[in-house]
Structures are given as structure tokens and as C-alpha cells.
């Protein structure tokens, strides 16, 4: 299994929690985004930067990505792509998506966009805190418990 990071808008907060599991579980990892993301020094992790666009990471990812990879992205969309190649991805929040979600988190998402659209203020997600991180951590050890 490989792990991908969408390093598009990667908490802060959560770089020392994957940090930690890449080291303990020797996880080969690819941090992809269209800036320089440093996640932190490690053997197996291979920095990636693609070209600036809208999606340019997603597509390189999807490209890369195999079945039963995790990608851990906050982008439902890519999210979506990710599960119809029988991948796994987790968000920021410690949500994992599935065959099962995916299509309701999917169409919440394009709701959302289009009352946006419309010119409706909305709030948009709440802050990112720690027990936003928290939540990650759990899910991201159950889950590499459970597959690796």
C-alpha cells in the first residue's frame, strides 16, 4: 500500500500524527500538491510538485493511485475519483470514505456549491482544531491497523 497526501491545504496540525505513522510503519508516501508541502524529513516520503491549475494534484494522484492505496484529501471530488479505482481515502476531519458515502457526501458537496453559486452566503466548514485532529489520528490508526 501506498500513502498519497494532497498537500493542497494540509493542516498544520496533522503533519507530526502522519509523520509518526510513515516512520513507525516504514509507509512509502507521496505528498503531491502544486507548492512545496514539507510533511517532514523522511526516507519514505517522496515530494511530488506538480504543475499549478485547478486539480492538477488530483489528476496526479489518480493517476498514481492503485487499489488499496489510502489518500488522505479533504477534496470530495478527488475523494470520489479515488474510491471508483477501489482505493481508500480519509479526509482531514478523520472521515473515511466509502462506496457506501461517498455519493452522499458527493452530492451535499455540489448542493452546497450551487447554493454558493447562487449568490447565498453560507459559513462554510467550521475551524480546524485539535479534536478535528484527533478524530484523524483514530481514524487513520484504525485504519492502517486494519490494512497494513
Do not use: W
Not at 26 to 52: C, F, M, P, R
Not at 78 to 94: M, N, T, V
Not at 123 to 134: L, Q, R, T, V
Request: a negative charge.
Amino acid at each position: 500500500m501506498t500513502l498519497f497526501i494532497d498537500g493542497d491545504a494540509f493542516p498544520n496540525l496533522l503533519k507530526p500524527i502522519i509523520l509518526r505513522s510513515i516512520e513507525r510503519l516504514a509507509l512509502s508516501t507521496k505528498v503531491i500538491a502544486n507548492k512545496k508541502i514539507h510533511i517532514g524529513t523522511s526516507k519514505h516520503i517522496e515530494y511530488i510538485i506538480v504543475d499549478q491549475g485547478a486539480d492538477e494534484a488530483d489528476h496526479h494522484i489518480v493517476e498514481l493511485c492503485d487499489a488499496g492505496d489510502l489518500v488522505i484529501t479533504a477534496d470530495i471530488p478527488l475523494a470520489d475519483r479515488i474510491i471508483s479505482k477501489e482505493a481508500h481515502a480519509i479526509d482531514h476531519r478523520g472521515e473515511l470514505y466509502s462506496v457506501d458515502n461517498i455519493k452522499q457526501y458527493l452530492a451535499m458537496r455540489n448542493l452546497m456549491e450551487s447554493i454558493r453559486e447562487s449568490g447565498e452566503m453560507t459559513s462554510g466548514p467550521k475551524a480546524f482544531g485539535p479534536k478535528d485532529a484527533h478524530a484523524f489520528a483514530n481514524q487513520l490508526n484504525a485504519f492502517l491497523a486494519k490494512h497494513v
